[in-house]
């Protein structure tokens, strides 16, 4: 099970809206509507920030939101904060009980 | 509010075993609708998923891994336990337990310990 592709990095100005796509197969991203997005900062857990392709869970700010195109998943932040920089990372169920995480995407506020 | 914590050896010698332990706290580990799971993450790398056990013993494995990789779980103690065997420096990663949200297949991780760092050296 190779992981999900991700752009290495992403950028944008605050108030400005950005993607990050997670690329799979037809095996995992294209076969279920299971992709979930974490947020990660520096020395810290990952959190939740999306489930089931476009859920957002309670408290998480509705800036983000999640959605799907054939074997490409993705994730859009609006309204660019300061706060939004950190580390995002996909992660699919590809069958089986089998999750696979994509390689990350480092975002960078300008 | 549900709780992990990771615990175990931060320093491992290469061929030998990894074991780690995570305690659940403000909830039960038999709950019907929930896997427990655990992620590695090699310093400055991505996430790595390794493995889910169900309560009642049920283990799903990464299969990049599944030959090394063994997941257990006490119910008597709300823990689950990974061991990895024959470790090498590229298992040094910081390992974290997650609850896996399984209710209608979904497969999520929505609650993680703050995971702990285990270095392979000699």
């Known amino acids: 099970q190779s992981a999900l592709t991700q752009p290495a990095s992403v950028s944008g100005s605050p108030g400005q809206s950005i993607t990050i796509s997670c690329t799979g197969t037809?095996?995992?991203?294209?076969?279920?509507?299971?992709v979930s997005w974490y947020q990660q900062y520096p020395g810290k857990a990952p959190k939740l920030m999306i489930h089931?392709?476009?859920k957002r869970p309670s408290g998480v700010s509705n800036r983000f939101s999640g959605s799907k195109s054939g074997n490409t998943a993705s994730l859009t932040i609006s309204g660019l904060q300061a706060e939004d920089e950190a580390d995002y990372y996909c992660?699919?169920?590809?069958?089986?009980?089998?999750?696979?995480f994509g390689g990350g995407t480092k975002l960078t506020v300008l | 509010q549900l709780q992990l914590q990771e615990s175990g050896p931060g320093l491992v010698k290469p061929s030998e075993t990894l074991s780690l332990t995570c305690t659940v706290s403000?909830?039960?580990?038999?709950?019907?609708?929930?896997?427990w799971g655990w992620i590695r993450q090699p310093p400055g790398k991505g996430l790595e998923w390794l493995g889910n056990i169900y309560y009642n013993g049920n283990t799903y494995y990464s299969p990049s891994l599944r030959s090394r990789v063994t997941v257990s779980v006490d119910t008597s103690k709300n823990q689950f336990s990974l061991k990895l065997t024959s470790v090498t420096a590229a298992d040094t990663a910081v390992y974290f337990c997650?609850?896996?949200?399984?209710?209608?297949?979904?497969?999520?991780?929505?609650?993680w310990g703050q995971g702990t760092l285990v270095t392979v050296s000699s």
């Open positions: 403000g909830g039960s580990i038999t709950s019907s609708t929930h896997y």
């Open positions: 089931e392709v476009s």
């Open positions: 992660c699919s169920y590809a069958g089986n009980s089998i999750l696979v």
């Open positions: 997650a609850r896996v949200e399984v209710a209608t297949s979904n497969n999520y991780f929505d609650y």
């Open positions: 037809s095996s995992d991203v294209g076969n279920y509507n299971l």
